[in-house]
């Protein structure tokens, strides 16, 4: 059973936590790992682009010139796609890009992130993170107490408006709700920030 410190805004150890096996010491599969970081950057494309097709393209209604007689190839319309301005016979046209991922791919590749970020010992937990009004100030020296210099995910147990009105502004961090919490935001950063509550909930939902 992996058992990381607790910190208080200070810096200071205040004591320890014990984390499950099941979600923060499970082996780490790099495959899955790719595979639900594919899927979620699938899910985020817009798959808005689009091209015309020659039934699209403005004007070439008339024939250019008459089929015989020319000397010249024939043809039917100036928007054919062999033309200069014509339409795009395999262009790309809006599509969804999401697919189907099954659950317990999704929940071990989540496991995986975990359990990495409690191996290289880049994991903070935090007897609680609650500030009295929004200050980006408050927030830097926080971290600064942790020790926390590079990117970071902030992770409360419910949206803490305060704390993430003061962390969002800072290059780097990036502040959620535990419910909210993902495998591409948890790759992304090197430093997982997370409190306590946060970590009953993230257990309590990945152990089911």
Known sequence: ????????????????????????????????????????????????????????????????????????????????????????????HPRDYSYRLPRKVRRLAMKSALSAKVQDGKIVVLEDLKLEKPRTKDMVRILGNLKVNDKALVVTAGREENVFKSARNIPGIKPMAADGLNVYDLLAHNTLVITKDAVARVQEVLAQ
Do not use: C
């Not at 499950?20 to 010491?25: A, K, P, Y």
């Not at 817009?46 to 004007?59: A, C, F, I, P």
């Open 1 to 92: 059973m992996p058992t990381v410190a607790v910190y208080n805004i200070n810096g200071d150890q205040v004591g320890e936590i014990h984390l499950r096996d099941d979600v923060f010491g499970v082996p780490v599969h790099m495959s899955v790992l790719h595979d639900v970081v594919v899927w979620q950057l699938a899910g985020r494309r817009l798959g808005t682009h689009d091209t015309k097709t020659r039934g699209e393209v403005r004007g070439g209604g008339r024939k250019p010139w008459r089929q015989k007689g020319t000397g010249r190839a024939r043809h039917g319309s100036i928007r054919s796609p062999i033309w200069r301005k014509g339409g795009i016979v395999f262009g790309p």
